[in-house]
């Protein structure tokens, strides 16, 4: 297991959390209830199993919402 961390463009409204956490949300290997998705920070932190999805994935999915990541890390847990 992996925890997440990614910066994300800066966030207008909360239906941009909200969009970004149902997608997670849906995303096979992340781990649905620790998923935290921080407004005034821009931030989002989950912890997905690295044996079914990477990081670049869940990029690309956000990406493909229209939100661009500025920066993404993620630690062994
Ligand atoms: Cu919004």
């Not at 956490?21 to 921080?38: C, H, P, R, S």
Request: charged content about 25%; glycine content about 2%; some cysteine.
């Amino acid at each position: 297991m992996k925890a997440a961390n990614l910066q994300l463009e800066t966030l207008i409204c909360p239906s941009c959390v909200q969009k970004i956490e149902n997608t997670l949300k849906q995303m096979d290997g992340v781990e649905a209830d620790t998923i935290k998705i921080m407004f005034n920070s821009s931030r989002a932190r989950f912890d997905f199993n690295e044996e079914v999805v990477n990081l670049e994935t869940i990029e690309k999915a956000i990406n493909n919402l229209g939100f661009e990541v500025l920066k993404a890390s993620a630690r062994n847990k």
